[in-house]
């Protein structure tokens, strides 16, 4: 199993990426998990699904392998897509959590 940090932002505003990043990271950390790749789409909308690091994130990651996020919506905006997701990968809803 490989672990991922996926982070966006629909407004090209850094400090928001690297916030979410840290916070994943940070949660990674504390459980031992080594992450594999950050992947990160700024300034793209969490409704269009074409978006770069998004893209390669669901090329590179298998099933099984888990990807960390801040919350379910800087996934994806589609939250039936979540559910689809979440039946492929193990996912980890930061906001979904106490940390």
């Known amino acids: 199993m490989k672990y991922y940090v996926y982070a966006r932002s629909a407004m090209q505003f850094p400090d928001a990426i690297i916030a979410q990043v840290k916070k994943c990271m940070q949660y990674a950390n504390e459980k031992g998990f080594l992450i594999e790749e950050v992947f990160i789409d700024d ?35 589609d939250f039936a897509k979540v559910s689809e997701l979440g039946n492929r990968y193990s996912l980890v809803l930061l906001d979904k959590i106490a940390l």
């Open 43 to 77: 300034g793209f909308s969490g409704l269009d699904d074409d978006r770069p690091g998004y893209k390669k994130l669901l090329k590179t990651a298998l099933n099984g392998d888990t990807i960390i996020v801040a919350s379910a919506g800087s996934l994806t905006r």
